[in-house]
Protein backbone atom coordinates (compact mmCIF):
# COMPACT_ATOMS: atom_id res chain seq x y z
CA UNK A 1 0.00 0.00 0.00
CA UNK A 2 2.93 2.08 0.91
CA UNK A 3 4.09 1.79 -2.52
CA UNK A 4 1.27 2.99 -4.21
CA UNK A 5 1.45 6.30 -2.42
CA UNK A 6 4.82 6.25 -3.73
CA UNK A 7 4.72 5.25 -7.27
CA UNK A 8 0.76 6.70 -8.07
CA UNK A 9 2.72 10.54 -8.08
CA UNK A 10 5.70 9.28 -10.09
CA UNK A 11 3.02 7.82 -12.68
CA UNK A 12 1.42 10.69 -12.51
CA UNK A 13 4.26 13.36 -13.24
CA UNK A 14 5.59 10.53 -15.89
CA UNK A 15 2.19 11.10 -17.64
CA UNK A 16 2.12 15.02 -17.31
CA UNK A 17 5.72 15.27 -18.33
CA UNK A 18 4.60 13.19 -21.71
CA UNK A 19 1.58 14.59 -22.37
CA UNK A 20 3.67 18.25 -21.89
CA UNK A 21 5.90 17.06 -24.66
CA UNK A 22 3.22 15.40 -26.73
CA UNK A 23 1.40 18.90 -26.69
CA UNK A 24 4.39 20.55 -28.22
CA UNK A 25 4.52 18.59 -30.94
CA UNK A 26 0.69 19.09 -31.83
CA UNK A 27 0.01 21.29 -34.47
CA UNK A 28 -3.79 22.08 -35.39
CA UNK A 29 -5.37 23.93 -38.07
CA UNK A 30 -9.26 24.96 -39.28
CA UNK A 31 -11.27 24.85 -42.03
CA UNK A 32 -14.61 26.26 -42.82
CA UNK A 33 -16.33 23.59 -45.10
CA UNK A 34 -19.09 25.72 -46.15
CA UNK A 35 -16.97 28.49 -47.86
CA UNK A 36 -15.38 25.96 -49.49
CA UNK A 37 -18.79 24.42 -51.05
CA UNK A 38 -19.29 27.78 -51.49
CA UNK A 39 -16.49 28.62 -53.52
CA UNK A 40 -15.95 25.09 -55.28
CA UNK A 41 -16.16 25.07 -58.90
CA UNK A 42 -17.37 21.19 -58.82
CA UNK A 43 -19.62 21.66 -55.42
CA UNK A 44 -21.72 24.47 -57.42
CA UNK A 45 -22.06 22.12 -60.92
CA UNK A 46 -23.03 19.54 -58.39
CA UNK A 47 -25.82 22.03 -56.50
CA UNK A 48 -27.23 23.27 -59.77
CA UNK A 49 -27.41 19.98 -61.38
CA UNK A 50 -28.83 18.74 -58.04
CA UNK A 51 -31.61 21.63 -58.52
CA UNK A 52 -32.05 20.50 -61.61
CA UNK A 53 -33.67 16.95 -60.46
CA UNK A 54 -35.31 18.43 -57.80
CA UNK A 55 -37.07 20.40 -60.24
CA UNK A 56 -38.10 17.54 -61.93
CA UNK A 57 -38.87 15.88 -58.99
CA UNK A 58 -41.79 18.96 -57.60
CA UNK A 59 -42.67 18.98 -60.88
CA UNK A 60 -44.17 15.53 -60.85
CA UNK A 61 -45.31 16.14 -57.58
CA UNK A 62 -46.92 19.23 -57.94
CA UNK A 63 -48.53 17.55 -61.52
CA UNK A 64 -49.85 14.09 -59.43
CA UNK A 65 -51.08 16.42 -56.35
CA UNK A 66 -53.05 18.73 -59.31
CA UNK A 67 -54.65 15.51 -60.82
CA UNK A 68 -55.80 14.62 -56.77
CA UNK A 69 -57.18 17.51 -56.23
CA UNK A 70 -58.95 17.60 -59.97
CA UNK A 71 -60.38 13.87 -58.50
CA UNK A 72 -61.72 15.62 -55.55
CA UNK A 73 -62.99 18.22 -56.67
CA UNK A 74 -65.40 16.98 -59.58
CA UNK A 75 -66.35 14.17 -56.64
CA UNK A 76 -67.59 17.01 -54.32
CA UNK A 77 -69.35 18.72 -57.34
CA UNK A 78 -71.34 15.42 -58.60
CA UNK A 79 -71.99 13.91 -54.79
CA UNK A 80 -75.44 14.90 -54.73
CA UNK A 81 -76.39 13.00 -57.93
CA UNK A 82 -74.31 10.03 -57.39
CA UNK A 83 -75.96 7.09 -55.70
CA UNK A 84 -74.43 5.04 -52.69
CA UNK A 85 -72.43 2.98 -54.72
CA UNK A 86 -71.35 5.50 -57.32
CA UNK A 87 -70.13 7.09 -54.65
CA UNK A 88 -68.26 4.48 -52.52
CA UNK A 89 -66.89 3.62 -56.11
CA UNK A 90 -65.47 7.80 -56.19
CA UNK A 91 -64.65 7.38 -52.49
CA UNK A 92 -62.19 4.10 -53.36
CA UNK A 93 -60.70 5.97 -56.68
CA UNK A 94 -59.86 8.71 -54.43
CA UNK A 95 -58.22 7.04 -51.85
CA UNK A 96 -56.16 4.96 -54.48
CA UNK A 97 -55.10 7.89 -56.14
CA UNK A 98 -53.97 9.38 -52.43
CA UNK A 99 -51.96 6.18 -51.77
CA UNK A 100 -50.68 6.10 -55.15
CA UNK A 101 -49.59 10.12 -54.27
CA UNK A 102 -47.95 9.33 -51.24
CA UNK A 103 -46.39 6.46 -52.69
CA UNK A 104 -45.00 8.19 -55.40
CA UNK A 105 -43.55 11.26 -53.02
CA UNK A 106 -41.87 8.63 -51.45
CA UNK A 107 -40.13 7.05 -54.30
CA UNK A 108 -39.07 10.44 -55.45
CA UNK A 109 -37.61 11.45 -52.46
CA UNK A 110 -35.67 8.47 -52.49
CA UNK A 111 -34.61 9.16 -55.66
CA UNK A 112 -33.75 12.75 -54.57
CA UNK A 113 -31.43 11.50 -51.99
CA UNK A 114 -29.80 8.93 -54.51
CA UNK A 115 -28.99 11.70 -57.02
CA UNK A 116 -27.86 14.19 -53.86
CA UNK A 117 -25.29 11.47 -53.28
CA UNK A 118 -23.92 10.51 -56.67
CA UNK A 119 -23.41 14.05 -56.97
CA UNK A 120 -21.74 15.22 -53.79
CA UNK A 121 -19.30 12.24 -52.89
CA UNK A 122 -17.54 13.18 -55.91
CA UNK A 123 -16.82 16.59 -54.70
CA UNK A 124 -16.40 15.17 -50.61
CA UNK A 125 -13.74 13.25 -52.41
CA UNK A 126 -11.65 16.38 -53.91
CA UNK A 127 -12.29 18.40 -50.88
CA UNK A 128 -10.65 15.70 -48.25
CA UNK A 129 -8.35 14.78 -50.74
CA UNK A 130 -7.00 18.67 -50.78
CA UNK A 131 -7.60 18.52 -46.83
CA UNK A 132 -5.33 15.99 -46.05
CA UNK A 133 -2.64 16.76 -48.78
CA UNK A 134 -2.67 20.20 -46.59
CA UNK A 135 -2.81 18.01 -43.79
CA UNK A 136 0.10 16.19 -44.60
CA UNK A 137 2.38 18.68 -45.91
CA UNK A 138 1.76 20.67 -43.29
CA UNK A 139 2.63 18.22 -40.12
CA UNK A 140 -1.09 19.34 -39.01
CA UNK A 141 -2.10 16.69 -36.02
CA UNK A 142 -5.88 17.72 -36.65
CA UNK A 143 -7.94 20.07 -38.47
CA UNK A 144 -10.86 20.64 -37.44
CA UNK A 145 -14.04 22.38 -39.30
CA UNK A 146 -15.84 25.80 -38.04
CA UNK A 147 -18.83 25.17 -40.07
CA UNK A 148 -19.65 21.96 -37.81
CA UNK A 149 -19.64 24.49 -35.19
CA UNK A 150 -17.05 22.55 -32.91
CA UNK A 151 -14.75 25.45 -32.53
CA UNK A 152 -16.10 28.51 -30.67
CA UNK A 153 -12.79 31.03 -31.23
CA UNK A 154 -9.58 30.09 -32.98
CA UNK A 155 -6.57 32.29 -34.11
CA UNK A 156 -7.63 32.77 -37.90
CA UNK A 157 -3.65 32.20 -38.67
CA UNK A 158 -4.71 28.58 -38.23
CA UNK A 159 -7.64 28.60 -40.83
CA UNK A 160 -7.00 27.09 -43.85
CA UNK A 161 -9.68 27.49 -45.73
CA UNK A 162 -8.44 29.78 -48.21
CA UNK A 163 -5.27 27.15 -48.92
CA UNK A 164 -8.10 24.35 -49.43
CA UNK A 165 -10.12 26.45 -52.08
CA UNK A 166 -6.88 27.72 -54.00
CA UNK A 167 -6.12 23.97 -54.28
CA UNK A 168 -9.77 23.06 -55.47
CA UNK A 169 -9.34 25.82 -57.81
CA UNK A 170 -6.11 25.12 -59.15
CA UNK A 171 -7.22 21.87 -59.62
CA UNK A 172 -10.38 22.38 -61.65
CA UNK A 173 -8.40 25.03 -63.81
CA UNK A 174 -5.98 22.58 -64.73
CA UNK A 175 -8.04 20.18 -65.73
CA UNK A 176 -10.42 22.51 -67.28
CA UNK A 177 -13.57 20.92 -65.58
CA UNK A 178 -15.15 23.72 -64.11
CA UNK A 179 -18.23 21.16 -65.10
CA UNK A 180 -17.68 18.48 -62.10
CA UNK A 181 -18.81 15.52 -61.93
CA UNK A 182 -21.79 13.51 -62.75
CA UNK A 183 -22.80 15.95 -65.70
CA UNK A 184 -25.76 13.91 -67.09
Given at each position: MRVMKVFLPVLMALALASSAEAQAN??????????????????????QQFEASLATYQAEVQQLGEDLQQLIDQYEQQQAMLSD??????????????SQY???IGELEQQASVRQAELVEPVMERITAAIEEIRDEGSYSMIFDVAAQGIISADPALDL????????????????????????
Open positions: VKIGYIDSQAILDQDPSARTAQEAKANREEEIRLKQQQRTAEVIRRLQAAAASQGNVGGPGQR
